[in-house]
C-alpha cells in the first residue's frame, strides 16, 4: 500500500496538502520547509520544481518560482537535496511541475530518480491524457508512482470519469478555470464538489486553487477528503522569520 493510500485509509477528511516551491525562500531551505510542514500537521506535501513558465500558477507561485531558479534550483540539485528525505520526513510527497524541464531530464531517469529519493507520486497538469495512456503512463506505473489528474468545475462528467480511473492517491480538483491564488466564490465550489461526489469516484477528492485560511479549507473539506493550499503558504514564507515558525503559525491558524 502507498503512503498516500495509507493516508488515505487512516484519514478520509480534513486531509491538509500544502504546496512550497523547492529552493524558496533560499536555495537550502527545502528540507527545512518540508520538514516544518510534517512538524506542524501537513498531512501531504506537494513540492513544486521552478519553471519558468508555469501554466498554472498565479503571480505568487510564479514569483517563488522565478527566486528559486534564481537561488540556481534545477532537478538534479533538487534530488541531491532529497536524497535523505526518508531519514526523516513519513508523510506523502509529491512532485508537481511541467514536461518541458523533465523531458530535458529525461523522463525515465526523472522517474527512477524520484522513486529513488522516496518521493510518492506526480503531478503534470501539462502531460495530456493520451500522452499518459499512451507513453508515460507505464513508466511512472513501473517507478510505483502515483500519478494525480486534475478536473476543473468545466470537465465533462465522462472525463471526470476517465481521468479519476487513470489516477492514482486522489484526484485534483481545480475550484475553478483559473490561476493559482485567484479569489474563489465557496457557494459555486461547493456545488461543484457536491456533483463530485455524486459521481462515486474510485479516488479520494482534494481540493485545490484558492483555499487560502480556516473558513476557505473548512467549507472545501465539507465536500471533499481535504484540500490544497500553496499561494497563502508562500506568501507567508516570503514574510521575515525562519521557516519553522512561520510554518507553525500558518498551519495552526488553518487548523485551530
Not at 95 to 120: S, W
Not at 213 to 222: E, L, M, P, R
Amino acid at each position: 500500500m502507498s503512503r498516500l493510500q495509507e493516508l488515505f485509509k487512516r484519514k478520509d477528511n480534513n486531509v491538509l496538502n500544502v504546496y512550497c516551491t523547492a529552493g524558496y525562500p533560499e536555495l537550502g531551505s527545502t528540507i527545512e520547509v518540508i520538514k516544518a510542514l510534517q512538524e506542524n500537521g501537513a498531512d501531504i506535501i506537494e513540492l513544486g520544481m521552478p519553471y519558468s513558465d508555469p501554466l498554472a500558477d498565479g503571480p505568487v507561485i510564479q514569483q517563488s518560482s522565478t527566486i528559486a531558479l534564481a537561488n540556481g534550483m534545477t532537478i538534479k540539485k533538487l534530488f541531491e537535496q532529497l536524497k535523505n528525505l526518508r531519514k526523516e520526513i513519513s508523510i506523502p510527497v509529491l512532485l508537481m511541475g511541467y514536461m518541458n524541464p523533465i523531458l530535458q531530464y529525461g523522463f525515465e531517469k526523472f522517474c527512477a530518480d524520484a522513486a529513488a529519493v522516496g518521493i510518492d507520486g506526480l503531478i503534470l497538469p501539462d502531460l495530456p491524457e493520451h500522452e499518459f495512456e499512451t507513453e508515460y503512463g507505464a513508466i511512472i506505473k513501473k517507478n510505483e508512482l502515483d500519478f494525480i489528474f486534475l478536473v476543473t468545475p468545466e470537465t465533462s462528467e465522462a472525463r471526470i470519469k476517465k481521468l479519476d480511473e487513470l489516477s492514482s492517491g486522489f484526484l485534483y480538483a481545480v475550484s475553478s478555470s483559473s490561476t493559482t491564488g485567484k479569489e474563489k466564490n465557496m457557494q459555486d465550489v461547493s456545488m461543484y464538489l457536491q456533483k463530485l461526489k455524486s459521481l462515486k469516484l474510485k479516488n479520494p477528492v482534494l481540493v485545490g486553487f484558492g483555499i487560502k485560511d480556516k473558513a476557505s479549507f473548512d467549507a472545501a473539506c465539507a465536500n471533499a477528503n481535504g484540500a490544497i493550499i500553496g499561494t497563502a503558504y508562500i506568501k507567508a514564507l516570503a514574510g521575515a522569520g525562519n521557516a519553522g515558525d512561520i510554518t507553525r503559525e500558518f498551519l495552526q491558524s488553518i487548523r485551530t
